[in-house]
């Protein structure tokens, strides 16, 4: 979808009633940190580009946001599947798709208010371009959560689009992202060094201490919670479970090529956002389980049955948002924001429904 098309669909249908973000950005967090050099010339400034005018301006960001949130609510309303998916990227794709096809083409809908913005300091020669929010949301049922999202160019030709999109826990706060006087954040390399967990490896160990647990490699660097050792207590407890009744039970936990997006925090931190896959095997393993394979509810849409002959394979798409401490602090990252659902899901034998 054109960018034409995006403000035409937004205008045409919303105007001011559908969001409450259409005041100034909120800021989080105004200079508590120097901005400190990072490795990787597309996440970061540079020393000469300090005061240039960043890449990204915060009035673009808003812009932006309030433009793709519209057009998106548009779509949901009419059911128009291609369209949302047009405005997202990455791991939001996948659950884009799943948001329309799970509910017969009438996803949720949600009023968004005023948008924390996050911008990243950029090059402009340098693409992509990114910037992250924190929006809080309502559904239709009146149920609030926070969500933190990031946004994508990614060529100079290309439109924006919604790359990441997850869900403040309960009771969790945002990593509080330190911003300059200008109100612009710090964006930190992948490889960056001058934190706990450098943000390529946060989602490897966050995979790995939700197989092992509280003994594993990962357990002192991440703390335990139901996002991490959690994992691992719910498959420990289940196996045995299936194995009584004659079924495999296994899952696994994978990080993604997807995009990793990384800010500093006042602490001298980062607040990284990142992406997961849970693959989750169910299997009969002797002749009386043959046919009885349970079929989760929250995926039955998708092969029209309870119970499945032989095998049931879920692939999740999870997103986090992980608060890793300044290097040397001696702090676990935390895990403060999730969301995710079943991207795939395959049974021999059974034919999805029509």
């Given at each position: ?101 799970s509910t017969g083409l009438r996803p949720s809908r949600y ?158 931190g980062a607040a990284i956002l990142y992406s997961l896959t ?77």
């Amino acid at each position: 979808m054109t960018r034409t098309m995006r403000a035409a669909l937004a205008l045409s249908s919303l105007a001011c009633a559908l969001l409450a973000c259409t005041a100034p950005p909120a800021r989080i967090s105004r200079g508590a940190v120097p901005a400190s050099p990072v490795t990787s010339a597309s996440a970061t400034p540079g020393p000469s580009a300090a005061r240039e005018e960043p890449a990204v301006t915060l009035t673009e960001a808003g812009t932006v946001l309030r433009e793709i949130l519209a057009a998106d609510d548009v779509a949901r309303a009419g059911g128009a599947e291609s369209y949302a998916v047009e405005q997202s990227r990455d791991a939001q794709r996948p659950l884009t798709v799943v948001a329309f096809e799970s509910t017969g083409l009438r996803p949720s809908r949600y009023r968004w208010d005023r948008p924390a913005l996050l911008v990243p300091r950029l090059r402009p020669d340098r693409y992509p371009y990114w910037f992250a929010a924190v929006v809080r949301r309502e559904d239709s049922k009146g149920k609030s959560r926070t969500a933190v999202l990031a946004f994508m160019k990614q060529y100079k030709t290309s439109d924006w689009q919604l790359s990441f999109a997850s869900l403040l826990e309960p009771r969790a706060e945002p990593p509080a992202v330190a911003l300059d006087d200008e109100g612009y954040a710090t964006p930190l390399a992948t490889r960056d060094d001058s934190v706990a967990i450098s943000p390529h490896l946060m989602a490897p160990l966050h995979a790995t201490i939700a197989e092992e647990g509280p003994k594993g490699y990962a357990a002192s660097l991440i703390a335990p919670g139901p996002l991490t050792t959690g994992y691992f207590d719910e498959v420990e407890k289940l196996q045995p479970e299936y194995k009584s009744r004659g079924f495999l039970y296994d899952s696994l936990f994978a990080a993604t090529a997807f995009p990793i997006y990384a800010l500093r925090t006042t602490d001298g931190g980062a607040a990284i956002l990142y992406s997961l896959t849970r693959t989750t095997l169910r299997q009969a393993k002797v002749s009386r389980a043959a046919g009885l394979v349970p079929v989760p509810k929250a995926v039955r849409w998708t092969v029209g049955r309870v119970l499945v002959p032989t095998t049931l394979r879920m692939v999740e798409t999870q997103q986090y948002v992980g608060h890793v401490a300044r290097r040397g602090a001696g702090q676990p990252a935390t895990i403060v924001g999730f969301d995710g659902a079943a991207t795939s899901v395959t049974a021999p034998f059974i034919f999805p429904p029509k």
